[in-house]
């Protein structure tokens, strides 16, 4: 029973930082951290972690090419384990595709509307 309501306060820990608690469950965790010190050491542990990921936002983005290099180093340490072959629609752009496509299509009604038994003509 004790673990739940630990699970419980340790819920609340972001909403405590980031001040959107409501006032009863505020002073109740702020007490509970006072007496506990196992929720307190996760709260710290919160903080900790929360303060190194606003530090985080003044560094300079990731080259541009980065993940293609990322995936190509993998590629070859991996021997083509991981990123194997591609399939036809990443190798191949969808606006390609979808020309061809319509272009077979248009294709197959030129030969229909043309053909002497083809169900396209209006008058037989």
Do not use: N
């Not at 991996?78 to 629609?89: E, M, N, P, Q, V």
């Not at 020309?99 to 009604?109: D, G, H, N, P, S």
């Not at 030969?111 to 008058?123: A, D, H």
């Amino acid at each position: 029973m004790e673990a739940e309501a630990h699970e419980e306060y340790e819920a609340q820990f972001s909403d405590l930082h980031d001040g959107t608690l409501a006032e009863p469950a505020r002073s109740a965790l702020l007490g509970h951290l006072e007496t506990c010190a196992a929720c307190k050491a996760s709260y710290a542990e919160l903080e900790q972690t929360l303060a190194a990921l606003t530090s985080m936002k003044g560094k300079p983005p990731a080259p541009e090419q980065f993940t293609e290099q990322v995936t190509e180093t993998i590629h070859k340490r991996s021997a083509g384990r991981f990123f194997g072959r591609k399939t036809l629609g990443d190798r191949v752009p969808f606006g390609v595709l979808l020309i061809v496509a319509l272009a077979v299509l248009v294709t197959i009604a030129v030969v229909l509307w043309g053909s002497s038994t083809g169900s396209l003509r209006l008058g037989h």
